[in-house]
């Protein structure tokens, strides 16, 4: 059975940087692209990143364009979530999500494996 395990969440002061990781394991994994998503208490699951595996090719919603940055290892069945100048308002559960969407989507439902996200705050 195929699993993504998010990592790198933590606490950081406004204006740090960390990095999740998702890596996929186990079973049959087909996708083409992955996603990162957020969410806050009392919020909607929120778009945050799209990667595409073969491509690299790489999409952002318009609150973190600029200070985070995708990445993926094919090698390693890994994508990364770099997040710099964080902020705040950038506290929530992050999680991957897998597509086969052939163009990019921020739609949640348009995702059909998750993992179990991994808890990011930001003090001010």
């Known amino acids: 059975q195929v699993q993504l395990v998010e990592s790198g969440g933590g606490l950081v002061q406004a204006g740090g940087s960390l990095r999740l990781s998702c890596a996929v394991s186990g079973g049959t994994f087909s996708s083409y692209g992955m996603g990162w998503f957020r969410q806050a208490p009392g919020k909607e699951r929120e778009f945050v990143a799209a990667?595409?595996?073969?491509?690299?090719?790489?999409y952002y919603a318009d609150s973190v364009k600029g200070r985070f940055t995708s990445s993926r290892d094919n090698a390693k069945n890994t994508v990364y979530l770099q997040m710099n100048t964080l902020k705040p308002e950038d506290t929530a559960v992050y999680y991957c999500?897998?597509?086969?969407?052939?163009?990019?989507?921020?739609?949640?439902?348009?995702?059909?494996?998750w993992g179990q996200g991994t808890q990011v705050t930001v003090s001010s």
């Open positions: 999500a897998a597509t086969n969407r052939v163009v990019f989507t921020t739609t949640p439902g348009e995702y059909y494996s």
């Open positions: 990667i595409r595996w073969n491509s690299g090719r790489t």
